[in-house]
């Protein structure tokens, strides 16, 4: 057994999350917002409590750890996406810089909490660079892929790279297309979960073919999205252990195949919290420590 932060697919020890109501607030706070920020529409504060006590006892009662991010005066209802303010690595801490205008302060908020709570930092995006947490996942404890979108820049991951190179971790960049445009929240993580040491839910109509391949070439097992649940976040899926499965109910066919692949999916209603903002089940949690089976 071994305790680690670089890893997707562990079994989930301990996560962070920003409670619905120290994110979303009100729903005047909401109706200030959602706008701006380009959402879908309009959410719901009540169904959204609703839907995030939902969300949240499905990752207590899985046995993991949850710790919560404190209401913070000067950030907006994106936090509750917390995923994307820092990256939490074996040597620390690294504080991300937001490519979203309307995020920029989140990571002020968060470095405070880290270091108010004994977190050693190993770095800080800087000077420009900007990573967003979406566009960072582990394929194994020795490499992290960064995704270059209109939220990562080329500054942001040299500085990345610089940070874990010399700690022996391997960053391995991803081109993804313009899509949707800089309004868009289109991440690596949009296109990529995964799940176990071996396999990967993906949607490859959007995927580098180089970064494609390596995928395979490492050996996962794709599982693929079917084009109708991509802008229903099936492919943004939060693995609690190697195959064990949480993501956004509405994604019948994702499911299906995972179920084909030999896992287990739990489903959660996410049209307020997630299918609205654009954030899933990963996007919603910032992990701390996973337990790899060695």
């Given at each position: 057994?071994?305790?680690?932060a670089h890893s997707e697919y562990g079994?989930?020890?301990?996560?962070?999350?920003?409670?619905?109501?120290?994110?979303?607030?009100?729903?005047?706070?909401?109706?200030?917002?959602?706008?701006?920020?380009?959402?879908?529409?309009?959410?719901?504060?009540?169904?959204?409590?609703?839907?995030?006590?939902?969300?949240?006892?499905?990752?207590?009662?899985?046995?993991?750890?949850?710790?919560?991010?404190?209401?913070?005066?000067?950030?907006?209802?994106?936090?509750?996406?917390?995923?994307?303010?820092?990256?939490?690595?074996?040597?620390?801490?690294?504080?991300?810089?937001?490519?979203?205008?309307?995020?920029?302060?989140?990571?002020?908020?968060?470095?405070?909490?880290?270091?108010?709570?004994?977190?050693?930092?190993?770095?800080?995006?800087?000077?420009?660079?900007?990573?967003?947490?979406?566009?960072?996942?582990?394929?194994?404890?020795?490499?992290?892929?960064?995704?270059?979108?209109?939220?990562?820049?080329?500054?942001?991951?040299?500085?990345?790279?610089?940070?874990?190179?010399?700690?022996?971790?391997?960053?391995?960049?991803?081109?993804?297309?313009?899509?949707?445009?800089?309004?868009?929240?289109?991440?690596?993580?949009?296109?990529?979960?995964?799940?176990?040491?071996?396999?990967?839910?993906?949607?490859?109509?959007?995927?580098?073919?180089?970064?494609?391949?390596?995928?395979?070439?490492?050996?996962?097992?794709?599982?693929?999205?079917?084009?109708?649940?991509?802008?229903?976040?099936?492919?943004?899926?939060?693995?609690?252990?190697?195959?064990?499965?949480?993501?956004?109910?509405?994604?019948?066919?994702?499911?299906?195949?995972?179920?084909?692949?030999?896992?287990?999916?739990?489903?959660?209603?996410?049209?307020?919290?997630?299918?609205?903002?654009?954030?899933?089940?990963?996007?919603?949690?910032?992990?701390?420590?996973?337990?790899?089976?060695?």
């Amino acid at each position: 057994m071994k305790h680690t932060a670089h890893s997707e697919y562990g079994t989930l020890d301990k996560v962070l999350i920003k409670d619905f109501d120290n994110a979303y607030i009100s729903q005047d706070f909401i109706n200030g917002q959602w706008e701006e920020l380009n959402y879908l529409s309009q959410p719901n504060f009540e169904e959204g409590q609703s839907e995030y006590k939902t969300f949240k006892n499905l990752l207590t009662t899985s046995g993991t750890e949850v710790e919560s991010f404190p209401l913070a005066s000067d950030v907006g209802m994106d936090s509750i996406y917390c995923r994307d303010s820092s990256i939490i690595t074996d040597f620390g801490v690294i504080i991300c810089a937001m490519g979203k205008a309307g995020r920029v302060t989140e990571t002020r908020a968060v470095k405070e909490y880290y270091l108010s709570n004994g977190f050693e930092l190993l770095g800080e995006i800087s000077d420009g660079g900007t990573i967003e947490g979406g566009d960072v996942a582990w394929l194994d404890d020795k490499t992290l892929a960064v995704g270059r979108t209109y939220r990562t820049n080329d500054k942001g991951i040299s500085q990345l790279k610089a940070l874990l190179g010399s700690k022996g971790v391997e960053v391995i960049v991803a081109d993804l297309p313009h899509y949707k445009g800089k309004s868009d929240v289109f991440h690596l993580m949009s296109i990529l979960s995964p799940v176990d040491k071996d396999l990967a839910v993906v949607y490859s109509p959007l995927m580098p073919i180089r970064f494609r391949e390596l995928l395979i070439n490492r050996g996962f097992n794709l599982v693929e999205v079917p084009d109708e649940e991509f802008e229903s976040m099936g492919c943004n899926v939060l693995a609690l252990a190697p195959r064990n499965c949480l993501m956004v109910d509405g994604n019948p066919l994702t499911k299906a195949r995972l179920q084909e692949a030999g896992a287990k999916v739990t489903a959660y209603k996410g049209e307020e919290i997630s299918v609205k903002g654009g954030g899933g089940p990963t996007c919603l949690t910032r992990p701390l420590l996973r337990v790899l089976d060695v």
